[in-house]
């Protein structure tokens, strides 16, 4: 089954919850010391970078509503395929600098969708 570009904007804001509640409140040294956050936000961004890939095929639209679509894939291939060269205070920081940016424009681009099905 395909999904539809708003299926994909649900799941990269779920994908956000999801970074947003396992953070906060945090500090970055607690982030540093536990393995499971690492890897629990790490999985959130591949699944946010996946399905905005899955958006650009179906959907022209993606570059001109989501900032930065190359570095967040580019960050996703660090994370698959040179995991072992992710900087844990660059992740803190896109959590706290880039994600909200993204989550304003994902939740915009989701509400355009739903008043104009």
Known sequence: MR???RQYLEDILQCILELELT????????????????RTCEREFIIIAE???????????????VDN???IASFRNVIVHDYFHV??????????DSVP???????????ELDRNP
């Open 87 to 96: 900087d844990d205070d660059y992740v803190w920081k896109v959590i706290h």
């Open 23 to 38: 953070v906060g409140g945090l500090s970055l040294d607690t982030y540093k010391e536990v393995f499971q956050l690492r």
């Open 51 to 65: 399905a905005l890939a899955r958006i650009a095929a179906i959907s022209p639209d993606l570059n001109t509503r």
């Open 101 to 111: 940016i993204l989550k304003l424009q994902i939740s915009q681009w989701a509400a």
């Open 3 to 5: 999904h539809e570009p």
């Open 69 to 71: 679509v190359k570095k």
